[in-house]
C-alpha cells in the first residue's frame, strides 16, 4: 500500500501561481497512472488531471486546461501540480491519487492540500 502526502497549498491572489506536490511512500508510483482532484466546500470531488505511468497523454478537465499542469518526477516518487492563473473558483482542498491499472478509477489517496484564491 502507498501512503501519498499532499503540499503546497495556500492562499493565493488570483492571477497567482501555486505548485502543488504528492509525495509517495511505502512502495513506487512510477508503474502507475496518477490522478488529481479538488473538493470545494459544499460540492463533489472533481476530476483536475491526470497523468499516465510514463509518457503519454495528461488530461485536464477544461476548467483547468491550459493552466494547470501535471508532471511526475519517478525518481522522486512525486508527482506536481503546477497551477498558473488562478481563479477563486480554484479554491478548494486539492488530493492526489493512484489509479487502478486498467480502470478510470481511484484508490489510494492524500489527506489533501487547501489552496484558497482570494479575488
Known amino acids: 500500500q502507498v501512503q501519498l502526502v499532499e503540499s503546497g497549498g495556500g492562499l493565493v491572489q488570483a492571477g497567482g501561481s501555486l505548485r502543488l506536490s504528492c509525495a509517495a511512500s511505502?512502495?513506487?508510483?512510477?508503474?502507475?497512472?496518477m490522478g488529481w482532484f479538488r473538493q470545494a466546500p459544499g460540492k463533489e470531488r472533481d476530476f483536475v488531471a491526470s497523468?499516465?505511468?510514463?509518457?503519454?497523454?495528461?488530461i485536464y478537465a477544461n476548467s483547468v486546461k491550459g493552466r494547470f499542469t501535471i508532471s511526475r518526477d519517478s525518481a522522486k516518487n512525486m508527482v506536481y501540480l503546477q497551477m498558473n492563473n488562478l481563479k477563486p473558483e480554484d479554491t478548494a482542498v486539492y488530493y492526489c491519487?493512484?489509479?487502478?491499472?486498467?480502470?478510470?478509477?481511484?484508490?489510494?489517496w492524500g489527506q489533501g492540500t487547501q489552496v484558497t484564491v482570494s479575488s
Open positions: 497523468i499516465p505511468r510514463s509518457g503519454g497523454v495528461t
Open positions: 491519487a493512484t489509479r487502478i491499472a486498467g480502470s478510470g478509477n481511484y484508490d489510494q
Open positions: 511505502g512502495r513506487t508510483i512510477s508503474n502507475v497512472a
